[in-house]
């Protein structure tokens, strides 16, 4: 069985500042990779997937995720956070089959 | 692009009550979804079906039941409300691209207060 690990219930930055948001999966079978966001009141949507392939994977708003076998990682990244990225982050790890399974997610706060 | 429409975004019902919440999408998707999402929990699956009238339990389907009589309609019923199943819960579809890492898309939400 396949589980997620984010480190992090809350996170904080700068505006401007790198945004780095952990996620550690564990799976017996190479996993496929996600990250959702989900702004208040809403429901989740896709940043980015890694599947198979070169393993940085850029995705929408300037976000990025690298995964790291070795490591079994997958954080998520941004350079410089802008306010609008405030939200709620989920990881989640899926073995190409309907059982996804999601972290508990990490919420990021940006400040001024 | 995808729509996964759940038809009601805020309810409030009685402990006792029986609740239905209504999900559909657009993108002849074989399999959906139905996740409770509670705080500091992350999203916890319900049910999921892969086939029309086809369902399978996930990891807390007790005091929840399912309904997929058409390919673009997905149905969580909870037969007898009670307090402790106040959340949000989401509905979701995915395609059937094997081997290629299904995305799941969502709906936006339904908030079920039960008191």
């Known amino acids: 069985a396949q589980s997620v690990t984010q480190l992090g219930s809350h996170v904080s930055v700068s505006e401007g500042a790198l945004v780095l948001l952990r996620c550690n999966y564990s799976s017996s079978v190479p996993p496929y990779l996600f990250w959702y966001v989900q702004y208040p009141n809403q429901g989740l949507q896709l940043l980015l997937k890694?599947?198979?392939?070169?393993?940085l994977v850029k995705g929408i708003n300037g976000f990025e995720a690298e995964f790291k076998k070795s490591e079994t990682s997958f954080h998520l990244t941004k350079p410089s956070a802008h306010m609008s990225d405030a939200a709620e982050y989920f990881c989640?790890?899926?073995?190409?089959?309907?059982?996804?399974?999601f972290g508990a997610g990490t919420r990021l706060t940006v400040k001024p | 692009d995808v729509k996964v429409t759940q038809s009601s975004r805020y309810l409030v019902k009685r402990t006792g009550e029986k609740v239905f919440l209504e999900c559909v999408q657009d993108m002849d998707h074989e399999n959906m979804f139905w996740y409770r999402q509670d705080p500091g929990l992350g999203l916890r699956l319900i049910y999921f079906?892969?086939?029309?009238?086809?369902?399978e339990k996930g990891d807390i389907p007790e005091g929840y039941s399912v309904s997929r009589e058409k390919k673009e309609r997905f149905s969580l019923i909870l037969e007898s409300a009670s307090t402790n199943q106040t959340s949000m819960y989401l509905c979701?579809?995915?395609?059937?691209?094997?081997?290629?890492?299904?995305?799941?898309?969502f709906g936006e939400g339904s908030w079920l207060t039960v008191v």
């Open positions: 989640a790890v899926s073995r190409g089959n309907n059982d996804m399974r």
């Open positions: 979701a579809s995915s395609g059937n691209r094997r081997n290629s890492g299904n995305t799941i898309y």
């Open positions: 890694y599947t198979t392939g070169a393993t």
């Open positions: 079906s892969y086939d029309v009238k086809m369902k």
